[in-house]
């Protein structure tokens, strides 16, 4: 259990399920020399501190991920050079970009998964023990797939990632989707999770829906924290809801969000290189006190912190279900 991780009581004023933290964004577009964004990208709790995956893309907009540390979750400190990745359980370790990391410790390692480019986007995946020497393995899936989740334990005996099946391009559409493998090499038992809502039903998420931080396990199953978008005639809009997975069974939805959870509303959430984006990528929770901090990548271009009661936001989710 995390005992240290970030928080900011919720504001006197403020009824929200869920409210940003009051010094975003906690890491600028320019935190390292070369970067001109810095967003939707992955910590854990690693040794006194944390330890994350940064989706840094450079001035020619080269999309590339980057490890960092912090000892509290707020001021980071990230290599100002992408990581270098050895070969795994694979020698094929080319990749045109990678973006849009997330991450989880299970069993001995801590597992990377991010969107990879390899004739397209895919879903690579990567482990490392010290967030120093990384290990690239084989791609989960054929182009073209994105939000490459993995659950943080086996289920039923099995690996279990969430993704997204999408396209080439600025996906219209999208679905979530469960698969399994026994060795993280090798992957099938593909099944619909959810699927995008009808648009006079919950309009935010009527275009595409992808699956956000690493699933939290809870005593009324998985949550899983994902975004949204609606098409709009000023472009996507992307938001932040949540759902509850069968513990055993994580591709039965027993409940999901009507409304969100989290909408673009301040400046650096509406303007930056692609305006009115919040996009979930990490969240850490401590259960015993209640708490869960989000971490999410704002309008493409800085990467900014909202908090939670867990126990609010699961009566919220159930309460509110499409």
């Not at 924290?225 to 997975?245: K, P």
Request: proline residues 7%; charged residues 20%; glycine residues 8%.
């Amino acid at each position: 259990m995390v005992t240290n991780i970030p928080w900011q009581e919720r504001p006197e004023e403020s009824n929200e399920i869920m409210w940003r933290y009051g010094k975003n964004p906690i890491i600028n577009r320019y935190a390292i020399p070369t970067s001109n964004s810095v967003f939707n990208s992955a910590v854990v709790p690693f040794g006194e501190g944390f330890a994350g995956v940064f989706r840094c893309d450079n001035r020619a907009v080269q999309m590339n991920i980057f490890a960092g540390f912090s000892k509290n979750g707020i001021d980071w400190e990230i290599n100002p050079y992408p990581i270098a990745f050895k070969a795994g359980n694979t020698q094929m370790i080319e990749s045109d970009y990678k973006y849009d990391p997330r991450v989880t410790f299970i069993e001995d390692r801590y597992w990377i998964t991010w969107c990879n480019g390899y004739h397209g986007p895919t879903i690579g995946i990567g482990y490392t023990f010290d967030f120093k020497e990384f290990y690239q393995c084989e791609n989960a899936f054929l182009p073209f797939n994105r939000n490459g989740v993995l659950f943080p334990q086996k289920i039923n005996g099995k690996y279990a990632m969430l993704s997204r099946p999408s396209d080439n391009g600025h996906t219209p559409f999208g679905d979530i989707y469960i698969s399994y493998s026994p060795d993280m090499k090798y992957w099938g038992e593909h099944r619909c999770v959810m699927k995008v809502s009808d648009f006079k039903e919950s309009a935010w998420q009527s275009t595409k829906i992808g699956a956000g931080p690493i699933p939290i396990l809870t005593s009324e199953g998985w949550l899983l924290i994902y975004h949204g978008v609606i098409t709009t005639c000023n472009g996507f809009r992307y938001s932040i809801g949540a759902a509850l997975l069968d513990t055993d069974n994580p591709a039965r939805v027993n409940y999901r969000t009507q409304p969100y959870l989290l909408a673009p509303a301040d400046l650096y959430e509406l303007t930056g290189d692609v305006p009115n984006v919040v996009f979930p990528c990490a969240a850490l929770h401590n259960e015993k006190e209640d708490k869960l901090a989000l971490y999410y990548g704002a309008a493409d271009t800085v990467t900014a912190l909202a908090f939670g009661r867990l126990s609010e936001i699961v009566e919220f989710v159930k309460n509110n279900s499409l």
